[in-house]
C-alpha cells in the first residue's frame, strides 16, 4: 500500500527545482521573442508593419503635421512578423519581458514623423523620411511633383501631357 | 514505389465504389470531380439523406465536419459542405449541397449521423439555415443575442455586430452608475478556459444515471474575425483557439490554404512543422497525464509530471522562439529555422524526458489506488465511438484506430515510421494508456526527424491567390483530429471553416459518465483532455435540508480515493 512512496527516491534527487526569480536570472532561452524596439532613426514611417501586424499593436495616425507611428505592447504578441517585414530594419526583438506597470502610459512607444502637405490641395500624405527615401531610390524621378499629394500629382502630371483639363 | 502505385489504385477504386452508389441519383446529383485527394460530390438537397446513408453504411467512413457558408453573392445560394473522411484511404469526400437563400431548408441527417448534431445546430445559429424534422434550439449563440441576426452572412460586419450584441451586464454596470466597469463573470461557465463546460449530472444515489452538457459560453466568433484578416495574419489569430495545441491550429489553417492554392511547401519546412508538432503532443500529454493524477488525489506525481514537462516547454522556447502560441507558420513554411545546434540540444532533453517519463509511470500507474480508480471507470463502447465518429485518444482508447498522421499524412509523416497505440477496453486507463504509449511514441519519432532534417528552404518565396478555391487541412492534435476547411477569397480567407477535437468528443461523455459512480465524474471528464480547469466548482444541493455549498470538483474525485484506502 505504499508503492506510491517510490517517489521519494527521485524527488530527494532532483532538489529543489523552483530558482529564485527574480533574484535569479531568468530562464529564458537565446530564441526567446519579447517586446520589439523601433529605432527612430532608421524607422521612415511606411507604415509595412502596421498593415502585418496580427493583434494591430502597431498603427499610425495622423496628428495635424506629424505622422505618429505607435507600439502598444499590451496588445502586443511578441510574434516579431514586424521586424521581419521592415524594409528598413528598424525593428528588432528584445528579450524584454518584465513589462507589468501602473501606468498605462509606459504600454506606449511613440515614433513621431515630419509630415509632407500638398501645396495644391493642403492634404497630408507622406512622411518626409519616406519621400526622401524615394528619391533617393528611384533614379529620375520627378522631382517637381514630389512635394504633391498622390491625386494632385497625377493632375499635374495629365496637365503637362494633354494641356489643361476642363 | 510499386506501393505507391497499389496504393493509388485502391484509392482509385475505394472512391469510384462510392461515386456508383452516389451515381444512381443521377439527376439529382450535379457533378463529381477530384482534386488533391479531395472528391467533391455536388448534390440536390432533397437527396441528401439518402447519400447521406449509403455514405454511413459503408466501413470505415466517418463525419470529419460540416461548413456552411453564405454564398448569395457568388451564386444566390447558401452552402452546406459535409465532409466525410475514410479510415486509412487518405481521401476526403465533400458533399457539396446549395440551399437556395428564399428557402433556406435542407433536411437533417442527423438520425442518420449522430456526430452531424452540433454541426447543424451552428449553422442553424450562425447562418440562419433551417433543418427540417428536428428540434432545432439555440447552441451557439447567447440567450439575449438578437433575433433574426445571423452573424454569419455577409451583411453583418464584425464592427456592426459588436454594435447589435451588448450583453446586459454592461446595461446594469450604466444603470447603478459605475464608469470604466470590467465585467467578471464568475461560477461554472468559466471564462478563463478555452472550453468551459458545464454538466448537470442527474444522480441517484451515487451512481450516475444520465448527464446533460451545455457549452459555447464563450464563443469568440474566431471564424468571422479571419474573415477581415490577411492569410499571413490568420496563422497567429488560429493559433489562439487554444492554449494548449494552438500549434495544430495554425498548421491545420495553412495546410488548408496550401491545398487551396496548390503551393509546394519546402520538405524542410515540413519537417519542422513535424517536429513542433510533436513536441506540443509531448507537453499536452504530460500536462494531462499531471492532471489525472492530481484529480486522484496524488499530487506528488503531478508535480513530477509538470516539472519533466517544464524541458519540454523550454525546448519549445528554443526551437521556435516562444513556450506556447509559437508563432512560427505562415502560409507557404515556416517563419525560424533550426540548426545543428539546437538539434543537439534537442536530442539531450528528448533523453532525459523519455528516462525521467519511464520511471514516473512506473511508479504512478502501478499504484494500487490509481489502478482501482482508472480500471472499468467511463467506458465508452467502439461502436459508440464510431456511431458518434470520434477521434483522437478517445476513439483511440476504444480500439477505433483512427490517427491523421498516418490516415492523412501531412507534414513529414510520411517520411518516418511509427506506431499508432490503440487499446480496445474504453475506459478511463486505456485512454490513459493510449497517452502514456505516445510519449514515447512522440520522442521515438521526433529522433528519426531530428536525424532527418533536410537542408533547403523554410518557406515559399511568394504564392498567389486564386479565390473561391476549397482547401482542406487537418492535423493530429493531441487531442485528436483538428480540421479546418476553407475557401480562399481575394485577400483574406472568404469562409474559414475550424473544428476541433472536442467539438466531436464532447457528446460522448454523457455516454461514458452513464452507471458510473459521482466520485468517478471528474475524472472521467477529463479523460478526453477537455482542459478541464482545477477552479471549476460543483455545488451541492441537500433539498431534504434546504441547504446548498459549493465545493472544489477536485473534493468529488478525492471523495473516491479514500474509499479505497
Redesign the interface.
Known sequence: MVKFLKILPIAIKTGTVTIKYPYQEPLITESFRGAIEIDPNKCVGCGACTRICPPKALTMTIESNTIILKYFVGRCIFCGMCADTCPEKAISITKEFELATGNIFDLYADVEHEVKTCPICGKTFITRKLSDKIISKVPDIPLETMDLCPDCRRKETLKKFIGVPE | MSSAIANSIQLLMEVSSIISKVIEFNEKVFGIEQRNGIVRIKIHRDVLPYVAQKLATTKGIYMRTMMASDERDLEGVYRLYYLFGIDREHINIVLEVAVPQEDPKVPTIVDIIKAADWYELEAHDMLGIEFIDRRLYRLVLPEDWPEKVYPLRKEYSVQDLMKLYRPKAVEYAKEIGAENIVVIPIGPYHPALHEPEFFEVYVSGERVIDAKYVGFMVHRGIEKLGEN??Y??VP??AERICGICGFVHSTSYCQAVESALNTDVPERAQFIRSIILEIERIHSHLLWFGVALHLLG?D??FM?SW?IR?QVM?LA??????RK?Y?INVVGGV??DIDNDKIRKAIEVLKNVED?FK??VE??I????VIARLKGTGVLPLGEAIALSLVGPTARGSGLDRDVRRDYPYAAYRYISFRVPTYSEGDNLARTLVRVDEVFESINMLYQLLDKVPSGEIRVESWTVEPYRLGVGSVEAPRGEVIHVLLTGRYSPYRWRVRAPTYQNLPAVSIMLKGVDLADVPLTIASIDPCFSCTDRAIVIDIGRSVIKTIPIEFLSLKGSKAI?
Open positions: 484578416m490577411k499571413d495574419q497567429f489569430l496524488y506528488t506525481g513530477h516539472r517544464e523550454v522556447e528554443l526551437l521556435t522562439g516562444s502560441t508563432g517563419r525560424r525521467e520511471k514516473l511508479i504512478s502501478n499504484i494500487p489506488q484506502r
